[in-house]
Nanobody, 129 residues
């Protein structure tokens, strides 16, 4: 059974940092594009960042550029999201997603569409001022 599991969420003060991890089981990530999404209460799920299979190509939502860094360690079958200079508006449930049929991030990477066949349960990030 293909699964991904997020970890690393928590409560942090504004300006602080967190590092999220996403570990896969039942399949290998090394040839798949991976992405982070988030969803705040009452809002739609939005794309945070996407990374291609090798880690060379990375994409970010505008509001995360310069603050968040996506990376991957294929040897550990793990995806990461380093979040710096966190703001209260970053408060959300953060989800990891795998695009099993895509080695490169699709043009629509920021939309939680059918390209992403494997989703985690999420990890909560709460930023207080």
């Amino acid at each position: 059974q293909r699964q991904v599991m997020e970890s690393g969420g928590g409560l942090v003060h504004a300006g602080g940092s967190l590092r999220l991890s996403c570990t896969a089981s039942g399949f290998l990530l090394d040839d798949k594009a991976m992405a982070w999404f988030r969803q705040a209460p009452g809002k739609e799920r939005e794309g945070v960042s996407c990374i291609n299979w090798s880690g060379k190509d990375k994409y970010y939502a505008d509001s995360m550029k310069g603050r968040f860094i996506i990376s991957r360690d294929n040897a550990k079958n793990t995806l990461y999201l380093q979040m710096n200079t966190l703001k209260p508006e970053d408060t959300a449930m953060y989800y990891c997603a795998a695009a099993p049929l895509y080695g490169y991030c699709p043009d629509s990477w920021s939309q939680p569409g059918s390209e992403y066949g494997v989703w985690g349960q999420g990890t909560q990030v709460t930023v207080v001022s």
